[in-house]
């Protein structure tokens, strides 16, 4: 039988629908990865640093060139709907 909790847990708290131990351990649980997690990265960046830098300069230059594309595109289609709503309103006429 669970036991009802009437605590406040934070943000944790509509994520589980469980007693209060139950609550604790899937929040240690978490914890126990996300420790996992920084502790990898940390290797990571420890072994590989430099190369990891290098291909982030990589990706980020190709995804900035690729958002200025894509905004100008946008312009030029922009620019494009106007004149045709010009060229039916026949405003050059």
């Known amino acids: ?3 009802e909790c009437k605590g406040y847990h934070g943000e944790q708290e509509e994520k589980y629908e469980c007693s209060c131990s139950e609550k604790f351990q899937m ?13 990898i990265k940390a290797e990571i960046e420890r ?3 430099p190369h990891i830098e290098k291909l982030a300069e990589l ?3 190709a ?3 690729q958002w200025e594309h894509k ?6 289609h922009e620019e494009y709907k106007e004149n045709l709503k010009d060229f039916f309103l026949c405003k050059d006429k």
């Open 27 to 39: 929040i240690a649980k978490e914890a126990w990865k996300e420790l996992l997690k920084d502790k």
């Open 1 to 3: 039988m669970k036991e």
């Open 63 to 65: 995804s900035s060139e």
């Open 47 to 49: 072994t590989k640093g």
């Open 71 to 76: 905004m100008s595109a946008m312009m030029k």
């Open 59 to 61: 990706v980020t230059k």
